[in-house]
């Protein structure tokens, strides 16, 4: 069993060596080499700058010397079919960003804004600048709010636009002029211009994006965020521990901002040559169980927030702020991007097997929309994998059986050449013996893993795809209410500790000493359960479903009589073994 776990790790690698050219003849190739972050600007190569025209700014500088500032507080709502924005004027900064399709873990609409964190750490569309003074001023100043539609006023006092529209704020002192302009439509993507001048200069202010998401319910949801980037075909994900918090990278780049499990809030620049990444990062302290919050147990956790814009004046960008949904991502044209998928399917990760993960999620939500639920689809994509996959168990099944037919020889082999130390020359023939005899019989010596290391992209794949998937988010199955969350029962991890207890016993494993086959028969599920106590439900039904497969497989398998076959000499073994 240790020769077949190291076989299975090395035809993994070379499994992953030999795509590499697949990869590279099939998939799109980087026109230009993707450069390094720094934290110094950089001149970009001269085909890179030649792929697109950046556009011109055209956000007007204010004159600074005017003066205009409102009274008193207001709030402006902006709604389409999608969201429910709720903007305040002081700071022209938003206070609720609220996505009618999703709820969160109390059933109400979910709201991306991280209330408590931006408290303590800016709201969205807050302004960035290196002056900590000078930034405290642009987000605490009281705005001018104009619609280029007008404004319904609400019996609350606040007012609504209904998209598509555009409002603009506007503050100016004796010093300082600032204008933040946001245009909304029928879709996820708002476009944004700002300009700050100040005493008649351009101040480098950024658009931000700055505490994390109202998602982040849990402390894995925390550490499930991340600031990613992309330029033409190369995504950088950038984990936490990573990350610096007010640390600037000069890049070129076609969006950038912050991402966790299922959302995003990207900034795509209409000039990707010219733009800068502020990358944030802020310690705050969580209740440790949010359904029953504490404040006397808490844990320690990092949010991130990124900050982009034009370090040499006006910032004019499309911002993208929803799901990371493929058929939504898919939809967002990034023209900006050259030699890759023009879009934001890229703000999905589907691992080093995202060339699988992608038609297996594709396939499944294909099912869904047949079966209408999301548990029932993974039931029948489960059956159907294992189904395709039974030749390659039935195959490594055979493969087994031959190995063990020829053990005694090749142990008598061994024996004739123990004495001899491993580096001695003569081990080599001992070697050559066993591969004529394996040669002359047959055997493969990777006949019974080379069926395991074949699954095994595909079922890395699966799982990869099955935790990207924003689908299972909320989706309910019989007694589970949320596919992409633990079990609350524990029911599916419990399956998959007795699942794997039933088959390891039914597997004959003639080569395997009765002592070590008892201590793995047990060992093995234990770990296993212990692993998927916490896994996402939809994870759990997948596993423990082809484990359900698996041991019908092989209850028909045992009645063979290659079953036999291996059931005898495995009994004959364990009977030598006791005498």
């Excluded at 990207?266 to 169980?289: E, G, I």
């Excluded at 493969?399 to 020359?425: T, V």
Aim: proline share 7%; charged share 15%.
């Amino acid at each position: 069993m240790e020769r077949r776990l190291l076989l299975v790790f090395a035809l993994t690698f070379l499994v992953i060596v030999l795509f590499q050219p697949i990869i590279k003849k099939y998939l799109p190739q980087p026109s230009t080499p993707a450069q390094q972050p720094q934290s110094q600007p950089q001149t970009a190569p001269p085909a890179a700058i030649n792929q697109t025209q950046p556009a011109q700014p055209v956000v007007p500088a204010l004159n600074a010397g005017a003066t205009k500032q409102a009274a008193s507080e207001s709030e402006t709502v902006v709604e389409n079919d999608l969201y429910r924005i709720t903007f305040t004027n002081h700071g022209a900064q938003v206070k609720s960003w609220i996505l009618k399709k999703f709820t969160d873990d109390k059933e109400q609409p979910l709201d991306l804004v991280n209330t408590f964190a931006a408290e303590k750490y800016g709201y969205p569309l807050s302004l960035w600048t290196y002056d900590e003074a000078q930034r405290g001023k642009l987000n605490s100043a009281m705005y001018v709010v104009s619609s280029d539609r007008g404004m319904t006023v609400t019996h609350l006092g606040s007012a609504r636009v209904n998209a598509p529209a555009s409002i603009t704020f506007e503050y100016a002192d004796g010093d300082l002029a600032v204008r933040k302009s946001f245009s909304f439509d029928h879709t996820y993507v708002v476009r944004l211009e700002t300009s700050v001048v100040s005493r008649g200069s351009q101040v480098a202010a950024y658009p931000a994006w700055p505490a994390g998401f109202g998602d982040e319910s849990t402390l894995s949801s925390y550490a499930a965020s991340q600031i990613d980037y992309q330029y033409n075909n190369n995504t950088e994900r950038l984990a936490i521990k990573k990350i610096s918090g007010g640390n600037t990278l000069h890049i070129p780049f076609n969006w950038a901002g912050v991402t966790d499990q299922y959302f995003a809030a990207v900034f795509l620049p209409d000039d990707s040559q010219n733009s800068a990444l502020v990358t944030l990062r802020n310690p705050l302290n969580v209740p440790k169980n949010p359904k029953n919050p504490n404040p006397q147990d808490t844990a320690p956790v990092d949010v991130l927030g990124a900050a982009v814009g034009n370090p040499k004046g006006p910032t004019v960008a499309r911002m993208y702020v929803g799901p990371k949904a493929l058929a939504t991502l898919e939809s967002v044209p990034v023209p900006t991007i050259v030699g890759a998928d023009p879009d934001l399917r890229g703000l999905i990760n589907f691992g080093f097997w995202g060339v699988i993960a992608r038609p297996l999620f594709i396939w499944l939500r294909w099912i869904e929309g047949i079966v209408g639920n999301w548990g029932w689809a993974i039931c029948l994509q489960t059956l159907i994998i294992n189904l395709a996959l039974m030749p390659l168990r039935i195959s490594s099944m055979k493969s087994a059986l031959k190995m063990q037919k020829i053990q005694p020889q090749m142990n008598s082999i061994k024996e004739k050449y123990k004495k001899y130390g491993m580096r001695d020359p003569r081990r080599q023939e001992m070697n050559t013996e066993i591969g004529e005899l394996m040669k002359q019989e047959g055997v493969s010596p990777v006949g019974g893993c080379l069926p395991l290391a074949i699954q095994m992209p595909f079922l890395i794949a699966y799982y990869s795809m099955l935790g990207s998937a924003l689908d299972l988010r909320h989706a309910s199955w019989l007694w589970i209410h949320d596919l992409s969350s633990p079990d609350p029962w524990h029911i599916l991890p419990i399956g998959i500790f007795i699942t794997m207890l039933i088959t390891q016993r039914m597997t004959p494993q003639a080569g395997m000493d009765p002592s070590q086959q008892k201590m793995m028969n047990v060992m093995m599920p234990v770990m296993m359960g212990f692993l998927s106590w916490n896994f996402a439900s939809g994870l759990c039904l997948y596993w423990s479903e082809g484990n359900l497969i698996a041991i019908a497989q092989q209850a028909v398998m045992n009645r063979t009589s290659l079953g036999r076959e291996m059931r005898e000499m495995a009994a004959k073994r364990a009977r030598k073994k006791e005498k």
